[in-house]
């Protein structure tokens, strides 16, 4: 099929009308993406949407009128929150669903007994909508799957030959797709957000709702209110990854990578080839710029793409519910304090991993030093301690380590008692610690609550009687006295089951066990 390129021009614009009129396809400009047009009451037309973006056909299609007065047909009734949302934004960057009038085939709404609707902002999209005198059902016009098209060039790349025209709007301002809130539910609730916002939408209507799939990913059985939702979307060639971290974090994360490009904000200072899309504090530069930037990723060759997140609030949720779909849901998340817990019982070889995460340039805190460091002379917590277990426990200033150990351990109560006053001070200066790619060494890792601070968990395991004769030449104990400490602590299984990774320490290589972990989280 040849493909028009047209103008904006009086004459295109007609040209163009007059081919959705009678059954055809014409992409045109709007202020969010480029849309693909066809006349959303004619079946036969809308199917060819279908093939030439090659969408599923349970997904449906956002029908656009030029006036406010062309919405009435189309749905069961104007609802008054669907007339005040219409009267407060139309034309705008915003979709309202309805239940849908017996005009509209199944074709257009996917199959549902509802329609979404939308006037868009931007005057040439609604001069071709009025010149061809129909409802046009317009999705973004890229082929499915990929990102959507923010300029001309992008929708001739992937429809050329495929439609009957595409009219050069220039570059869309926006350059997310509009915000689709639903009125046909109880509870107003936004499907997928947009330039137009929750907090601008409740100024008008009051609470709206947010779909949890618009920030989550999806189970596998579950139902998309928003059939959109379940496919795989925006995503370029390359591999995106995401990568929660501030921006000096982010910045030595990405430098210590080769083969990888970086999705960052202007001003990031990175040294590995990079695309930036807008500035880390204006949403509206990243929600203009990132189709863009994920196209010339595919331009540039790029494989692997670390990059930085936005944040969820205001425009930038649009922005963030596009990134996440482009990275497949892949989060890197340096913004826990630390980065990687490493726990694991007595004698199982800690303390060898460290070292070589040390090597590897990791920050490296040790809880049983800070265990130490919380209790030196003068510490609050010391009379803390002395008030609870007795005065006797400090003697010339110093903590009496083993009167209270005798005190402490003596029953369950007491050990409980001691951890509820070490942990939370453990732990709050382990954080006051931490700086950059970090890992906690902690063998009470899980006593201590410090789970979810660790962005991922490795435990060191390793054979009982490998465990029992390290722990009776390094601390000089007895046969049974190794034992029984063992005993105390967690079996396997337990740091199997609530860690990410495991090192098995029977001899096997440790380094490659340690690289291949690394590999996988990052
Ligand atoms: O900004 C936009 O909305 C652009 C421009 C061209 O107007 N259009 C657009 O259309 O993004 P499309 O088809 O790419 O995305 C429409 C989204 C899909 O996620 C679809 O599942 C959802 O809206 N949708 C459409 N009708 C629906 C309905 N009746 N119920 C629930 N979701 C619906
Ligand atoms: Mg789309």
Redesign the pocket.
């Known amino acids: 099929m040849e493909t028009k390129i047209f103008s904006t021009s009086e004459q295109d614009i007609e040209k163009a009308g007059e081919i959705i009129r009678s059954g055809g396809l014409v992409a045109f400009p ?7 047009g066809a006349n959303a009451l004619d079946s036969d037309a809308v199917k060819k949407i279908y093939a030439a973006k090659g ?1 599923p056909s349970d ?4 029908v ?1 009128v030029a006036k406010k007065e062309d919405i009435a047909p189309l749905v069961k009734e104007i609802t008054p929150k669907a007339q005040a949302l219409i009267d407060a934004f139309f034309p705008a ?1 915003l ?1 309202v ?1 309805l239940k ?1 009038s017996d005009i509209i085939p199944d074709a257009t ?2 199959g ?1 007994d ?3 609707i ?1 006037m ?1 902002k931007n005057e040439i ?1 609604r001069k071709v909508i009025a010149a061809s005198g129909v409802p046009v059902a ?5 082929t499915s799957g990929l990102p ?1 098209p923010t300029k001309a060039k992008y929708v001739i790349d992937d429809m050329l030959g495929k439609i009957d025209g595409i009219i050069d709007g220039g570059d869309c301002e ?1 350059g ?3 915000t ?1 809130i ?1 009125l ?1 539910t109880d509870a107003p609730t936004i ?2 957000p ?1 330039a137009v916002t929750k907090e601008m939408l409740e100024a008008v209507i009051g609470e709206v709702k947010i779909s949890h799939a618009v920030l989550d990913e999806l189970g596998k059985n579950e139902v ?6 379940k496919y795989k979307h925006y995503a370029p060639k390359a591999k995106v990854i995401l990568v929660n971290a501030e921006k000096a974090d982010y910045e030595s994360f990405v430098n210590s990578k080769t083969d990888a490009f970086a999705l960052c904000f202007d001003g990031d200072n990175v040294k590995i080839p990079r695309v930036t899309y807008g500035s880390e504090d204006n949403d509206e530069a990243q929600a203009r710029e990132l189709f863009d930037a994920l196209r010339r990723l595919d331009e540039l060759g790029a494989k692997r793409v670390y990059a930085r997140m936005p944040h969820k609030d205001g425009v930038a949720m649009a922005v963030y519910n596009r990134l996440i779909r482009a990275a497949a849901f892949q989060i890197i998340d340096l913004k826990k304090p630390f980065t990687i817990g490493l726990t694991g019982g007595t004698g199982a070889g800690k303390g060898y991993v460290c070292d070589y995460l040390k090597s590897l340039g990791f920050n490296i805190i040790d809880s049983d030093l800070v265990a130490r460091e919380v209790v030196q002379k003068g510490s609050p917590l010391l009379q803390r301690l002395a008030d609870e277990f007795g005065d006797d426990i400090i003697a010339n200033g110093e903590l009496d380590r083993k009167l209270l150990a005798g005190r402490a351990f003596s029953d369950k109560g007491r050990t409980e008692k001691l951890n509820s006053i070490m942990h939370p001070a453990i732990i709050d200066r382990c954080k006051e610690l931490a700086n950059g790619l970090t890992v906690l060494d902690a063998p009470q890792l899980f006593e201590a609550g410090a789970e979810n601070l660790c962005y991922k968990i490795i435990a060191v395991t390793a054979p009982t009687e490998i465990r029992i004769s390290r722990i009776k030449s390094r601390d000089g104990l007895s046969d049974e006295q190794a034992r029984q400490r063992i005993a105390a602590q967690f079996d396997d299984e337990y740091y199997i089951k609530h860690s990410d990774f495991v090192i098995i320490n029977d001899g096997r290589e440790i380094k490659a066990q340690i690289d291949q972990i690394l590999a996988k989280i990052f």
């Open positions: 709007t202020e969010t993406v480029y849309g693909l969408r997904n449906p299609l956002i656009h960057p979709t669903i849908k709404s996917g549902l509802t329609v979404a939308r868009p999209a317009a999705p973004s016009a890229n959507s926006v997310v797709e509009s689709v639903t046909a499907l997928r947009g998309a209110a928003s059939p959109g939702m």
